[in-house]
């Protein structure tokens, strides 16, 4: 049963463009949803969070979007650059539990 | 942020041997680290829950007896990968929250393991 589920895969976005991308829980009990960064051949980098308290949060030029009823949550990155092209996965958590990651979503941002 | 540093970033071992990854919070003290593992273009998997002083919690599917954990500090967390084979070949990542409760988690830079 996939707890955590992320779309779309992949991503092409042009320079400047929104990207956008959504994941969906199932587990009403997590508290913590995080989104990280990847790189090939890196660990991921937490890139911003969000708890169910708040419905948005905003760092710079990423947002998180959060819709508790729906159980959704998503990834806003804004004035898209090619240094933005990476894998992203959401993950979810429950009182410091260990992370549940989405699939990923490869993103590319055309210059 | 916390700073997580993971040990060797990549190695190559002949079937059959061992191999040890060591993972080190380095400005905090984590009671609890995670292990993950993850193939090329997929997600990562959650391995097993590492707990300072105590046998670790191993996920559905995982050989306890082939994928060793010891976290005997706060600060290291070692996963042994014993009598590897080629289709251990992956790339590991460990991972430490800070202390508390719904608090960051930040991960290791990951070690790519390849066994022929």
């Known amino acids: 049963q996939q707890q955590v589920k992320q779309s779309p895969q992949s991503l092409i976005v042009q320079k400047g463009g929104i990207s956008i991308i959504n994941c969906a829980y199932e587990?009403?009990?997590?508290?913590?949803f995080p989104w990280y960064q990847q790189f090939p051949g890196k660990g991921p980098a937490l890139l911003i969070a969000?708890?169910?308290?708040?419905s948005e949060k905003k760092e710079g030029r990423f947002t998180i979007s959060f819709n508790k009823s729906a159980k959704q949550f998503s990834l806003h990155i804004m004035d898209s650059q090619p240094g933005d092209s990476a894998t992203y996965f959401c993950?979810?958590?429950?009182?410091?539990?260990?992370?549940?990651f989405g699939k990923g979503t490869t993103l590319s941002v055309s210059s | 942020g916390a700073v997580v540093s993971q040990h060797p970033s990549w190695v190559i071992c002949k079937s059959g041997t061992s191999v040890k990854i060591e993972c080190r919070s380095l400005d905090f003290q984590a009671t609890t680290m995670f292990w993950y593992r993850q193939f090329p273009k997929q997600s990562l998997m959650l391995m097993a829950t590492s707990n300072e002083g105590s046998k670790a919690t191993y996920e559905q599917g995982v050989e306890k007896d082939k994928f060793l954990i010891n976290h005997a500090s706060l600060t290291l967390s070692t996963l042994t990968v014993t009598s590897a084979h080629p289709e251990d070949s992956s790339f590991y990542i460990c991972?430490?929250?800070?202390?508390?409760?719904?608090?960051?988690?930040?991960f290791g830079q990951g070690t790519r393991l390849t066994v022929v």
């Open positions: 991972s430490a929250r800070l202390p508390g409760v719904n608090t960051e988690a930040f």
């Open positions: 587990n009403t009990a997590f508290d913590y």
């Open positions: 993950a979810a958590t429950q009182a410091g539990t260990a992370l549940i």
């Open positions: 969000i708890r169910p308290d708040v």
